[in-house]
């Protein structure tokens, strides 16, 4: 998968283009030999002018790290605009200074750190190229960076990037792949000039449009144990799953001697330590417990399932809890049968599934079968951990749109844990192959088609299932949880009609809820 981003970025060095937000694109054919990698950014650069352009900005950045502290026209709290005529401004700037001795016209130019080359073909840019005014040129105090006025402003190029962004993701819908490809390279170009999480969900974005755009699909969708074990480390999200739905499996089994967890997707099993320990602390001592645990295939051919039983195994021994444990691998939940559960009279049943039910909605049909396997269960409760986000719509903008703005969170609150650079490093992988998926993939192939609350909650209604009302306790636990996590400041929790979610400030990012068969309907303490 690096090998493959990293050929896309190459790609993404050939050519460039640009994108302004309420004007309509259209290919320029080179105007006037302008060069195209500066031309869509704003500037205007003859090719034959390059040579003398990059002498000027030498000799620009020379003098302003000379020029004695007499001269305050350049003051920092100026404010410097990109112009478009970049020649003639530096000409400006330079003649602000004392006149230096002119460049030796026979100086090689391409021995010039600044040396630019002129890239070949067409230029994107939806708006026409005017001359700038011209600033007041001020002056810099030699102690700061004197290329800051020579660059792209930052936050400029952060606006334009995102325009870029969802200019492609339009040219993509309406199948225009000429634009698209070109603006794809663009995306690649300005994504270097951010810093922090822009900058890395501007990179998978960009990825996965180029998938998209040159047909180059991941050969699987696998999100591998590892990286979700990276993402456990490093953010709170799985924690306050696998804590809230636990609480809610807890309550229902208060008084129960008999229990049997039906997982449908055990993943390394971490969830259920914790739901062991809290049984075997119940007053009278912790009932037999009995987990089914269902997975995907090993990518390996492992027989993983069996070794993550062996493990919670162990656990149970250390803290005398009975303990039983079946694993089965599933390509898809839709496969089930209750059959095959070996369902005891004399045992209570819960169903949990944490960020599992929207893969099946790339198969018609398939949420409904696995509700009806969850009927013929009849469980004391079924739990469900989804993204808050709606990434399954009809239109590709919408999605691309919803998408954009939903893992900008994720990587925004990523950004604030203080925790091992490749906890945080492989985080950003898990989320960066869900990005691919939702954007580049189409069909049975897409399998990360996450859906709202209310979208589920009409669903499992539909289905025959009631809500649970998860309590007050859960609620301060959860929000317990948070502040014992090192820097959870931004992280909120907030009910929502009896169900939890988690979000970074004000954006929900997952909710938890609790379900019963409608006549067993209950409201938890």
């Not at 410097?80 to 230096?100: G, V």
């Not at 162990?314 to 059959?339: C, K, M, P």
């Not at 009279?345 to 039910?357: G, H």
Request: contains cysteine; hydrophobic residues 40%.
């Amino acid at each position: 998968m690096k090998r493959e981003r990293e050929q896309v970025g190459s790609n993404a060095g050939t050519s460039s283009c640009g994108y302004s937000s309420g004007k309509s694109n259209h290919l320029w054919e080179e105007e006037g030999g302008m060069d195209e990698l500066l031309a869509v950014v704003g500037y205007k650069v003859r090719s034959s002018d390059m040579a003398e352009v990059a002498q000027k900005l030498e000799r620009l950045e020379e003098a302003m790290g000379n020029v004695p502290d007499s001269l305050t026209e350049l003051s920092t709290d100026a404010v410097h605009y990109n112009p478009a005529d970049i020649s003639n401004w530096l000409e400006t700037m330079l003649s602000t200074f004392d006149p230096l001795p002119p460049e030796d016209p026979d100086k090689d130019s391409a021995s010039s750190d600044y040396d630019l080359k002129v890239i070949p073909g067409k230029a994107i840019y939806g708006g026409t190229a005017t001359d700038a005014p011209v600033p007041n040129p001020k002056r810099l105090k030699p102690s700061e960076s004197t290329r800051a006025v020579v660059v792209l402003d930052s936050q400029e190029n952060g606006i334009r990037l995102v325009h870029s962004l969802m200019a492609c993701a339009e040219a993509v819908e309406n199948n225009n792949l000429a634009v698209a490809e070109a603006l794809v390279k663009q995306i690649g170009f300005l994504a270097v000039s951010q810093v922090g999480a822009m900058r890395k969900v501007a990179t998978y974005f960009a990825e996965a449009l180029a998938r998209r755009i040159y047909r180059v699909f991941p050969l699987q969708h696998s999100l591998s144990d590892s990286l979700q074990i990276h993402f456990y480390e490093t953010c709170p999200y799985l924690k306050f799953a696998h804590f809230t739905a636990n609480q809610a499996i807890l309550e229902a089994f208060q008084g129960k001697s008999r229990v049997h967890v039906i997982d449908f997707g055990i993943s390394q099993g971490m969830q259920w330590p914790a739901l062991m320990q809290a049984l075997a602390l119940r007053p009278g001592g912790p009932p037999a417990f009995r987990l089914t645990a269902i997975g995907p295939p090993a990518a390996d051919n492992s027989d993983h399932l069996q070794e993550v039983g062996w493990k919670l195994a162990q656990f149970a021994e250390t803290i005398n809890v009975q303990f039983e444990y079946r694993g089965f691998v599933a390509n898809s939940l839709a496969d089930l049968d209750a059959s095959m559960l070996e369902l005891r009279e004399d045992e209570s049943a819960a169903v949990n599934s944490v960020f599992e039910l929207h893969k099946l909605l790339a198969r018609p049909g398939a949420v409904e079968k696995v509700l009806s396997v969850v009927r013929q269960i009849r469980p004391e409760i079924l739990t469900v951990v989804e993204q808050e986000a709606s990434h399954n719509g009809l239109s590709f903008l919408d999605r691309f749109t919803e998408s954009l703005h939903y893992y900008s969170t994720l990587f925004d609150s990523l950004e604030g844990s203080p925790v091992n650079p490749q906890d945080k490093a492989m985080s950003e992988v898990y989320l960066g192959k869900q990005i691919c998926n939702v954007v580049a993939c189409e069909g049975m192939d897409r399998v990360e088609r996450h859906e709202t609350l209310n979208q589920w909650r009409n669903r499992f209604g539909s289905a025959g299932f009631a809500p649970v009302h998860l309590g007050s306790n859960a609620f301060k636990q959860a929000s317990m949880l948070l502040a014992l996590f090192a820097g959870g400041d931004g992280y909120r929790v907030e009910e929502n009609n009896g169900c939890l979610m988690l979000g970074w400030h004000t954006r929900p990012l997952i909710a938890t809820s609790a379900w019963q068969l409608a006549a067993k309907s209950v409201v938890t303490h």
